[in-house]
């Protein structure tokens, strides 16, 4: 059986109206409405960057609200980490995606 991920399944088309958020600890880091994205790597890269540092698990929540679509995915995060390092490969092991989840190496 073939694994799929939603990077393959939830497609965005740049004039789909996106809702994203981000949330730590109960507490909401990120909530925008937004369009013009043509990925939802994009819209992750956006919300995570404009998140901060954050330490720990944070739950990103994205909504294509044009197609009717919805999805969740938890990040975890051993320290402190902005954006930057999330999306820059680490030289012993880059980050990787299973599924739906993000894998941080450290």
Not at 63 to 88: D, E, F, K, P, V
């Amino acid at each position: 059986m073939e694994m799929t991920s939603i990077f393959d399944t939830h497609k965005i088309d740049n004039t789909d109206v996106i809702f994203a958020s981000v949330m730590c600890n109960g507490k909401t880091l990120v909530r925008i409405t937004q369009s013009n994205f043509n990925s939802i790597e994009e819209v992750m890269q956006r919300v995570i960057s404009m998140a901060g540092k954050f330490m720990g698990v944070v739950r990103v929540q994205v909504r294509n609200m044009t197609q009717g679509w919805s999805t969740g995915m938890a990040i975890a995060s051993q320290r402190r980490i902005t954006s930057h390092a999330l999306t820059s490969p680490v030289p012993a092991a880059p980050a990787m995606r299973s599924g739906t989840q993000y894998t941080i190496p450290w």
